[in-house]
């Protein structure tokens, strides 16, 4: 076994699927899975793989392309095992670039400043030296349990720039850890007697130039809950405040995609359902919902609610499939969304 080479990982999850050995340690070796998500990507025991044949005819100008593909690999090995979040102990899914030694595989994170430690008990010391039990900037929504901080990269640069990196554990594409000056982020928290646990949170440049969400991450343990939803929802309350209409910043992730496509759906054909003409008009849908009008089209496309009257005919909504899917978007109302009557922000001079 070599690092380059092609292998299948002989287990029951993984007998059909090839993968190739970006590094080996000692008898482990870590292997990237071509057709599956990143984060599966993971160190096996040397004994578990059984290596492919190599290609037959490997030209040069191919072998230097492979050798480049694999030093691109080996930048994006999974560095962190796990991190310790409150009361939760989280597998890490993808590489952040932690500024820590090799040899650490678990970092503790505090919950409220998002400062990073390697041991247990330099966390335990930290959380005996501060008051602060919620995270830097201003409070600007409260619903029951649930609260929501903007913090803005230029103020709260170290918790920002931590912020990222522990969110670079759990989303592959983005990039901006260190460079936040230009962001705002939006952290939804989980709020008891102890304090605002972290859950959620987006960002976004703060100009509000061409998006109005540039990365959002929800942790693992509280994922399923909606807050997705919640915070797409307030991405969009915020740019309708600003008087501008904007989406989320492409490409999104596999996870990311079907967050907005399920969000852009639901609330284009309750839209359409609540309006007396049943308008399919695109531009009185946008203009409706404050959604740019490709993704209308992506979302109300994907789900099979549209069609052509005839070959050369532009894509249009179909009104009478929507109404056959009538009673399953009854209940779009009661998935999480923003209350607008509970949100305290407002754009910047709208009382000048």
């Keep these: 076994m070599e690092v380059g080479a092609e292998v299948t990982v002989n287990t029951p999850e993984h007998q059909s699927v090839r993968g190739r050995i970006i590094e080996i340690i000692e008898n482990k070796a870590y292997v990237h899975f071509e057709t599956q998500d990143r984060r599966l990507d993971k160190y096996f025991d040397i004994s578990q793989l059984t290596a492919l044949p190599p290609p037959i005819v490997v030209d040069e100008e191919r072998q230097k392309k492979d050798q480049e593909k694999l030093e691109e690999e080996k930048e994006k090995i999974r560095n962190i095992d796990s991190v310790q979040v409150g009361k939760y102990v989280i597998d890490a899914w993808y590489y952040s670039p932690y500024p820590v030694d090799k040899s650490v595989r678990k970092l503790y994170i505090c919950e409220y400043c998002m400062k990073y430690f390697t041991s247990l008990k330099d966390l335990r010391s930290h959380y005996a030296e501060i008051f602060e039990r919620k995270p ?43 460079d936040v000056d230009s962001f705002n982020y939006y952290v939804l928290c989980e709020c008891d007697d102890y304090g605002a646990h972290l859950a959620a949170f987006y960002s976004v ?101 549209m069609v052509r009257a005839s070959r050369t005919a532009p894509l249009t909504i179909d009104l009478d499939l929507i109404q ?14 923003i209350n607008p009557d509970l949100l305290l922000w407002f754009k910047k001079g709208s009382f000048n």
């Design 136 to 178: 830097p900037g201003r409070e600007i929504y409260r619903n029951g349990d649930i609260s929501i901080f903007e913090v803005k990269g230029k103020k709260q640069k170290m918790f920002c720039q931590c912020l990222s990196l522990l969110g670079k554990l759990f989303i592959e594409h983005k990039n901006s850890y260190f």
């Design 324 to 337: 056959q899917v009538k009673a399953k978007y009854e209940d779009v109302d009661l998935k999480p969304h």
């Design 205 to 305: 440049e703060s100009r509000l130039v061409e998006n109005n969400l540039s990365c959002i991450v929800v942790l693992p343990p509280y994922q399923k809950k909606g807050y997705g939803r919640l915070l797409v929802s307030l991405s969009y309350e915020i740019s309708f405040r600003s008087g501008v209409i904007l989406g989320p910043e492409r490409p999104l992730s596999d996870m990311g995609r079907i967050l907005y496509l399920s969000y852009w759906r639901d609330v284009v054909i309750s839209t359409i359902l609540k309006s007396p003409d049943e308008s399919t008009d695109l531009n009185v849908i946008s203009a409706k919902t404050w959604l740019k009008k490709d993704d209308i089209v992506e979302a109300i496309q994907s789900a099979g609610l």
